[in-house]
């Protein structure tokens, strides 16, 4: 079946640094890609969604310069957390699909440390 | 606006009890989808049910089942003769047609005694 692909699973960095996060559709064309931050023990917040060669659309609160997404291809988005503070330290979730009517499909998600 | 209320935070039963797990949304959209996934402490999220709002059969799969009533907009989830291996966060979640965003409820942990 489809498949997510997310990676790093888990990082560890220094702050003040930027960081990657990387979500690639195997088998299929992701027409929109969700990007989730969850804390611990609390539900998954939509931070923005991006459709392939748009400008990602944020969700109130959530800083567009400090985490840059970028949707360039059918099979590719990616989440750069920059000057990473230990705050941005959290479990991050993509998710995409095709079409409206397709399944949604979730990586394994991204545990961030900045120490 | 867009919301799911899961007000289960936590529950517990012993092993071989049946759970429902609550789950009210609200949405404008007349066109939506419901969702069920399970967050084992590994983190992945588990897809469980896809439900769009045309369709309100409920639905059994193995020891799951769904109910789901747009009168009261709920949809609730059963665990019959509930197993350890169903501990886990389990999340409700609404896709709204025309607000194109998949919004979670804020999850109710699950534990399952031996």
């Known amino acids: 079946g489809a498949v997510v692909s997310q990676h790093p699973s888990w990082v560890i960095c220094k702050s003040g640094t930027s960081v990657k996060i990387e979500c690639r559709s195997l088998d299929f064309q992701a027409t929109t890609m969700f990007w989730y931050r969850q804390f611990p023990k609390q539900s998954l917040m939509l931070m923005a969604t991006?459709?392939?060669?748009?400008?990602?659309?944020?969700e109130q609160g959530v800083e567009k310069d400090k985490f840059l997404i970028n949707h360039a291809s059918l099979t590719l988005s990616t989440l750069t957390v920059t000057s990473a503070h230990p705050e941005d330290s959290s479990f991050y979730i993509c998710?995409?699909?095709?079409?409206?009517?397709?399944?949604?499909?979730f990586g394994n998600g991204t545990r961030l440390t900045v120490t | 606006a867009q919301k799911v209320t899961q007000a289960q935070t936590e529950i517990s039963v012993v092993e071989k009890e049946d759970v429902t797990l609550d789950c009210v949304y609200e949405t404008r959209d007349t066109t939506y989808y419901l969702f069920w996934y399970k967050q084992p402490p590994s983190g992945e999220l588990v897809f469980l049910i896809r439900r769009n709002s045309f369709d309100e059969q409920n639905e059994i799969s193995g020891r799951y089942s769904w109910n789901f009533q747009k009168s009261t907009s709920s949809f609730n989830f059963t665990i019959t003769a509930s197993q350890v291996v169903d501990s886990a966060v389990y999340f409700c979640?609404?896709?709204?047609?025309?607000?194109?965003?998949?919004?979670f409820g804020t999850g109710t942990l699950l534990a399952v005694q031996p």
């Open positions: 991006s459709n392939e060669g748009s400008k990602a659309t944020y």
């Open positions: 998710s995409s699909r095709g079409s409206y009517n397709s399944p949604l499909h």
């Open positions: 979640a609404l896709l709204g047609g025309a607000t194109n965003k998949l919004i």
